[in-house]
Each structure stands twice: as C-alpha cells, then as structure tokens.
C-alpha cells in the first residue's frame, strides 16, 4: 500500500525556518517524481514545487511566490521528501501536501498544517 | 504561468441528477506531438487530501466510479457527475500539467440541493 506521511509542520514567527518532512512507502521511490502542495485556509490549491527522481537528473522546479526561499530536496536511501522553508511569511500559512507523480498526482499525503504567525 | 478558471465557483444538485462543472485554461494544454490533453481533475473531501478522478482529460484512474467522466480538449474541459450521490459532496478542481507550475483551478464546492 501506498503511504505518504508528513511531518514537521508547527507554529512559526515570520522571517522563521522550517523543514517538513515527508515519509515514502510502498513504491519504489528512487524512481518517482515528487512534489508539493499546499493550501491556505479555505483556499484552493496551490503547487510549490517539485523534484525530479535522481535518474531523470534530480532537478527541482518551484513556484514563483517560493522561489528563493524554499529549497526542495529527498534521500533515496531514506526515502523521504523534504521541503526547508525559510524567511517564511505570513502568507505561506497552509496544510502542506506531498504528493507522488510527474504530471498527475495519484497519492497525496494527509498533510501537515504550517503556521506563521507572530 | 497558464491560468485555470473553474465554473462555477459552487453548485447544489438534487441526488441522482448530472452535476457539471467546467474548467477553462488560459492556454492550450493540448500536445500535438500525442495529442493528449495535459489535464486532470480531483475531488477533495472536507478534512481529506485531493484524490485524483481523471487524467489526460477523459482517462478515469483505477477505482473511480463511471458516473465520473472528463471531456474537451484544448482549453475548455468538463467534468460530468451523471447520477449524483451524497459522497460526492466535496470540492471539485482541474490542474493542467502541461508546463510548470503545475496549476489548480480556484475549486468548485458541489452541494446536495
């Protein structure tokens, strides 16, 4: 079974830092493309970014608003995806979803709620 | 950045009716080089992550129930509940993934009337 599970969301004070963390299992995740999504509250849907598997050249893509400011990486070894926010705004307060696909998303995280807030 | 625009923004249909919704891309997300259109629609149920319905526009993903159905092509797409029933209460989006970022449309909120 597939399994996608994030962690490291919290309370953060803007300007902050913060890495959330998302957990693979049940597929072969060296050879998947991964990505983030978030969502404000009561908002739609947002793409942050994405990376590619390391066979296809491990590159990264990022929206424009996080550009710079947000770093997208994995440990195959690990199999974990992680995201490390930083100089974080207020406006970046959202549940942050991984997800697993290079063009459709077929298996999401339950998400983890990012706060910022002073 | 291409543009999704959904209509409308919320809807109320009687069970067992057709739900529509529609989805509008600011450009084509047609390829010509496999003619397939770069679209996928999912459903996100309050408290819940999205789950994906329907990819390359028309294609239902393994498990999806065939009263859900995608149509159009180029930039004007639809998705058709064709029986309405009360599970599939949630909000409705389309994503293009043609090109990078990877955009969502706005939702659209499908109620019971």
Redesign the interface.
């Known amino acids: 079974e597939v399994q996608l599970v994030e962690s490291g969301g919290g309370l953060v004070k803007p300007g902050g830092s913060l890495r959330l963390s998302c957990a693979a299992s049940g597929f072969t995740f060296t050879n998947a493309w991964m990505?983030w999504?978030r969502q404000a509250p009561g908002k739609?849907?947002?793409?942050v970014g994405?990376i590619k598997s390391n066979t296809d050249g491990g590159t990264t893509?990022y929206?424009?608003p996080v550009k710079g400011r947000f770093a997208i990486s994995r440990d195959d070894a690990k199999n974990t995806l992680y995201l490390q926010m930083s100089s974080l705004k207020t406006e970046d307060t959202a549940v942050y979803?991984c997800?697993r696909g290079g063009?459709?998303?077929?298996y999401?995280?339950?998400?983890t709620l990012v706060t910022v807030s002073s | 950045d291409i543009v999704m625009t959904q209509s409308p923004d919320s809807l109320a249909v009687s069970l067992g009716e057709r739900a529509t919704i529609n989805c509008k891309s600011s450009q084509s997300v047609l390829y010509s080089s496999n003619n397939k259109n770069y679209l996928g629609w999912y459903h996100q149920k309050p408290g819940q992550p999205p789950k994906l319905l329907i990819y390359w526009a028309s294609t239902r993903e393994s498990g999806v129930p065939d009263r859900f159905s995608g149509s159009g092509s180029g930039t004007n797409f639809t998705l058709t509940i064709s029986s309405l029933q009360a599970e599939d209460v949630a909000v409705y989006s389309c994503q293009q993934y043609f090109s990078t970022p990877h955009t969502f449309g706005q939702g659209t909120k499908l109620e019971i009337k």
């Open positions: 990505n999504v739609g849907l947002e793409w994405r893509d929206a424009a979803y997800s063009m459709v998303y077929d999401w995280g339950q998400g």
